[in-house]
Every structure is written in structure tokens, then in C-alpha cells.
T-cell receptor
Framework: AQSVSQHNHHVILSEAASLELGCNYSYGGTVNLFWYVQYPGQHLQLLLK??????LVKGIKGFEAEFIKSKFSFNLRKPSVQWSDTAEYFCAVNADNAGNMLTFGGGTRLMVKP | GAGVSQSPSNKVTEKGKDVELRCDPISGHTALYWYRQSLGQGLEFLIY????????KSGLPSDRFSAERTGGSVSTLTIQRTQQEDSAVYLC???????????FGPGTRLTVT
């Protein structure tokens, strides 16, 4: 069965700092990749997704992620974070052998200090 | 447009009682999913519906858990004889088809005392 690892559980940054959150998955076949965000008191929202094509994916609110197949990674980046980016971020994978279930990483709590 | 809705938003129940959680997916979405989010286990897949049928029940943690979907729309997740370890936020998601992104509801927070 596939698994997803997010190595940073808690990240604290100051506004305008650059962000990179790691995500690695364990599955050798075809995958669809997602980053979801959960703002305080709100439900999960899609930030961006990768199905195929250009491995550099741009999402909402200035976020982007790069799929590196050889490293089984899909890291999330933002050049300059804002206080409003404070949230929990989840990487998720849908593998071609897993129906349509999403396997989630453990999440990364990001706090941005104003 | 309207998103995925879930009810109740919060449910407190006594150990041993049965509970029903409801999910109203986005209109027209054929695929519906249940997940649960708990402190110890993170986000776990429970069950998936395509139309009214559930081709993947692999995530249901025990036979106390069951789910149904009627009319290709509303779904109900039932937990019988609740246990304290069932305490979690139960999330529902829907998608236009099984190949599309999933849209999540606000969840039902279940507390078993």
C-alpha cells in the first residue's frame, strides 16, 4: 500500500520568508498528487494538483509544487509567505492501484508571524 | 455554488449508542467519499461510492461501521455501538467523477463519552 510522508510537522516563519514543505510518497506506479490546506476553523481546500504534463504546478494564492518522479517527491513552495497563510497543509496521493481513495500525509502546521 | 454539506456539525454520544452522520454532496457529483481525521491517525480513507454502489469499503475500521448512498446523492455513515476510539472528525468529499479532484465538506466532529 502507498504511504505519504510529510517530514515537517510544525513550521514557524516570519512574513516574507520563503516556504518549502516536503512531501514524499512510496509507490512506483502512476500517481495523481495534491496539496490541500485547512485554515483555522475551515474545511479542507485544494491548493493545487498534478495529474500529468508539466511537473511544475501552480496553484492558488501564489503556491506552487514540483513533481520529481525520480525522488518520489511533490514539495510545496511559496516565495514569500503572509500571515494569512497560517494553516495546516496536507499532501495527498491517489495511486492508480488504489481506486480513487486519497492517501494523506500527516500534515504540516505552518504558523506565520506578522 | 453550494459545496458539500454535512450534518450534524457536532455530535456527542455515549459509548455503546449508534450514530448516523449525513453528507450532501455537490449536485451532479457521482463520486462520494468518507474519511476521518483523528489526532492519532491523521486523515484516513473509509469508503467510496460511485453512484449508489460502494466498490471500495477497504477503509472501514470494523463491522460496526456501515454506509449507504441513495438516489446517487445523500450518503449516511452509521456507527453502531460507538467506542471512545471512534471520536474523530468525519469528513465527506465528492467529485464529478472518480478521476477528478475531491471537494471536502466541513466535517462532523464526533465525541464518544
Amino acid at each position: 500500500a502507498q504511504s505519504v510522508s510529510q517530514h515537517n510537522h510544525h513550521v514557524i516563519l516570519s512574513e516574507a520568508a520563503s516556504l518549502e514543505l516536503g512531501c514524499n510518497y512510496s509507490y512506483g506506479g502512476t500517481v495523481n498528487l495534491f496539496w490541500y490546506v485547512q485554515y483555522p476553523g475551515q474545511h479542507l481546500q485544494l491548493l493545487l494538483k498534478y495529474f500529468s504534463g508539466d511537473p511544475l504546478v501552480k496553484g492558488i494564492k501564489g503556491f506552487e509544487a514540483e513533481f520529481i518522479k525520480s525522488k518520489f517527491s511533490f514539495n510545496l513552495r511559496k516565495p514569500s509567505v503572509q500571515w494569512s497563510d497560517t494553516a495546516e497543509y496536507f499532501c495527498a496521493v491517489n495511486a492508480d492501484n488504489a481506486g480513487n481513495m486519497l492517501t494523506f500525509g500527516g500534515g504540516t502546521r505552518l504558523m506565520v508571524k506578522p | 455554488g453550494a459545496g458539500v454539506s454535512q450534518s450534524p456539525s457536532n455530535k456527542v454520544t455515549e459509548k455503546g449508542k449508534d450514530v448516523e452522520l449525513r453528507c450532501d454532496p455537490i449536485s451532479g457529483h457521482t463520486a462520494l467519499y468518507w474519511y476521518r481525521q483523528s489526532l492519532g491517525q491523521g486523515l484516513e480513507f473509509l469508503i467510496y461510492f460511485q453512484g449508489n454502489s460502494a466498490p471500495d469499503k477497504s477503509g472501514l475500521p470494523s463491522d460496526r461501521f456501515s454506509a449507504e448512498r441513495t438516489g446517487g446523492s445523500v450518503s449516511t455513515l452509521t456507527i453502531q455501538r460507538t467506542q471512545q476510539e471512534d471520536s474523530a472528525v468525519y469528513l465527506c468529499a465528492s467529485s464529478p467523477s472518480r478521476e477528478d479532484e475531491q471537494y471536502f465538506g466541513p466535517g462532523t466532529r464526533l465525541t464518544v463519552t
